[in-house]
């Protein structure tokens, strides 16, 4: 059956590829299937489930190369779990006794939609397998073709996920100005808060991206402005433990000789003994309707700060997190790149009838193509065994 009519959707947090790849799909459909109709639903999964789209009118189309220029998303985000049925009902997507899942496919139905293309994350790609797999077990013949979205780069079986290479060198931009406050008092702890829920590759590439910047500059040492000041002088992520007793002496001897120390922290790295902690004391955990810990709730890096600092001898503490900046960039042009290369298999997919995950497939050299959704998974965590990471650890002094 030809291919007629498309939809697009954006969900979960945002990142800097959205805009742009819901800009690629619309010009690659523009390029090569002019005749398809494209719809968008407004704010994600929500929009689907309530009806709410827009048609991607010919105006549009001949504007969507402006919208590599742009952060966030044109047809807005949201955190709806399809499984979810208790949180559906309770937010009034759905109604009591309904199966959301029923409910979006009905919708794709009656809005004529083929091929329904999603970009998000873990949760936004785990939530279209479902999607697919009710499709197809209940014999709708529709398709599902996903873009993977995530800046902590942590989704079974994509190599790279879109706009984290972005989101890694806004996070060194934001704190190539935020080291400055090292100067404003004697004995500084400055805690880069980076995002990251399971993986650390996120807190790691941003650390290699600032230091590359660091590589650029150049210093005036008689007057004190040194790299020394200036660098990364440890780096925490989930997957590595943190022995803080151990750590404290090694950072106890940079605050004596430099005078300050700065703390690259993964926001996952110390999620499991905050949660321990607030279980002992029968305090409530914050979670998300996947599930997840409200992370923004718990604040890592000020509870990391608050037990590290008078072990170092810091005099003053200042904890500062580039999620919400680097997140809400623009695709860079090296993501720009990936996600122009990832519609175009999306588009090929959707119009061979093939559903999937598209990107790089790590199991298969990180050739782009459609994923199996059922290969697809969220927590992906970050490979410590790299080269570049264990080069990054043994520069700064951290074993």
Known sequence: MALKKVALLTAGGIAPCLSSAVGALIEEYSKVAPEVEIIAYRNGYRGLLLGDSIKITPSIREQAHLLHAFGGSPIGNSRVKLTNIEDCVKRGLVQAGQDPRQVAADQLIADGVDVLHTIGGDDTNTAAADLAAFLAANGYGLGVVGLPKTIDNDVY???QSLGAWTAADEGAHHFSN????????PKMLIVHEVMGRHCGWLTAATAVAYRNLLDQ?????ELGVTRRNREVHAVYVPE???DLVSEANRLSTVMQEVGNVNIFLSEGAGVDSIIAEMKSRNEEIPLDPFGHVKIDKINPG??????FAPMIGAEKVLVQKSGYYSRSAPANTRDQALI???AVVAVHSALQGISGLVGQDEDQGNLIRACEFDR?????PFNTNQI?????????GQS
């Open 157 to 159: 079986p994509i190599a």
């Open 388 to 396: 570049w990471f264990s080069e990054l650890l043994s520069e700064i």
């Open 178 to 185: 935020i080291v400055s406050e090292h100067s404003s008092n």
């Open 302 to 307: 000020a509870w990391f700060a608050d037990r």
């Open 217 to 221: 500059m150049s210093w005036i040492p």
């Open 376 to 380: 697809v998974a969220g927590a992906k």
């Open 240 to 242: 590595l433990e943190i």
């Open 340 to 342: 122009k290369a990832c």
